[in-house]
């Protein structure tokens, strides 16, 4: 019976003892797990109560105005009325890039806005290095490659904005994306363009987008606003809103959401040399000849493709100087420009808010 009784007891104290022993493993276990939450919670909270100092928008005017197109003055009134720091003089990526790491402090930059008149036909006017070629896709992505671009130090982060108003270049995507790479840094920025025209000019409002419709012919042969109108009626079937014939002979917004006109040239030139040719210097009679001619020439052709524009849009003239053959070309592009104005309510402009994704494309 003692023995019976002995045995429960020392069971009931190995029991008791293992309950405790457990008991004090999970608060061991629970108070290290608690340490542990308090620990990343004030991680997170010294996190998130600092602050990150961003410094205020600048602005680089990269051109200046050679007709009477104000682009870059309108563009500098504009920026200048809201206060932003304005950056003038600086021509090429390169010496925009330089200018960021020279300014560069403690600070991380917000937004960074660029100004360049361009055209998805023209291209940009910015150039890739100083006195180097305008950028393109392809000449920009071969600077980087070829590393003669200066590399863009820590001074912008996830949060940054580059915002180029430059006309339809949120269309060109592989641009975009040579962009992207130009501006990379450990933490990589946003770059942000729109698709459609940037105008800084206006009776109704000092800055607002236009959506683009283009038509060519040849320079110093038009064929007439009629058959302008008919053929950018014909090649634009699902834009019903506008009156062509009526927005050609326009040359300004003369009312909120008047579409109106504006022009452009576009020369080419092809130069052959056929010193060490053993094929002959071809002749031409007529300009038919001479697009022939480039339509077989698989070179010439391809930079031709690469415009989007019909060879036939184009007054060709050529000449032989000594062994060279020179072939140049002429077309004039009028772009009816329709502003984006609210579908509803009163009668105004879309803000051009480059948060909005309908407006403005992100890479």
């Avoid at 300014?103 to 806005?113: E, V, W």
Wanted: with cysteine; charged share 25%; proline share 4%.
């Amino acid at each position: 019976m003692k023995t019976l009784i002995k045995s429960t007891a020392l069971t009931a104290i190995l029991t008791i003892t293992t309950s405790l022993f457990i008991s004090c493993n999970k608060q061991k276990t629970n108070t290290t797990k608690v340490a542990k939450n308090l620990s990343i919670k004030k991680n997170i909270d010294t996190n998130t109560t600092e602050n990150i100092t961003t410094k205020k928008p600048i602005v680089f005017i990269t051109g200046y105005d050679k007709t009477d197109e104000l682009f870059y003055t309108d563009a500098r009134d504009y920026f200048d009325e809201k206060k932003f720091k304005i950056i003038e003089d600086q021509y090429s990526l390169e010496e925009i890039i330089n200018w960021l790491n020279k300014n560069a402090n403690d600070s991380i930059y917000g937004d960074i806005h660029i100004v360049n008149k361009s055209n998805p036909y023209k291209g940009m006017n910015l150039e890739t290095v100083i006195n180097g070629e305008k950028i393109t896709s392809e000449s920009l992505r071969e600077n980087i490659i070829k590393g003669t671009l200066p590399i863009l130090t820590n001074c912008v982060n996830s949060n940054s904005n580059i915002i180029f108003h430059a006309n339809g270049l949120g269309e060109n995507i592989e641009l975009m994306n040579a962009f992207k790479d130009a501006f990379c840094t450990d933490e990589l920025p946003n770059v942000i363009a729109s698709p459609y025209y940037s105008i800084f000019s206006g009776e109704h409002t000092n800055h607002y987008l236009a959506k683009p419709f283009y038509v060519f012919y040849p320079t110093a042969n038009s064929p007439g606003k009629i058959d302008l109108s008919k053929e950018i009626a014909k090649k634009y079937p699902k834009e019903q809103d506008i009156d062509w014939y009526d927005a050609l002979h326009n040359e300004a917004e003369r009312y909120i959401g008047e579409a109106y006109t504006t022009q452009f040239t576009i020369p080419v030139k092809f130069e052959l040399d056929y010193h060490n040719s053993d094929n002959e210097i071809p002749t031409f009679k007529l300009q038919e000849e001479v697009m022939d001619f480039i339509e077989n020439e698989e070179v010439l052709y391809t930079k031709i493709k690469k415009l989007n524009i019909p060879l036939e849009k184009f007054r060709w003239s050529w000449k032989i100087k000594n062994s060279a053959l020179i072939i140049q070309g002429k077309t004039t592009g009028l772009v009816v420009l329709k502003p984006l104005i609210k579908p509803y309510g009163k009668l105004k402009h879309i803000k051009p808010d480059t948060k909005n994704k309908r407006l403005y494309a992100m890479k």
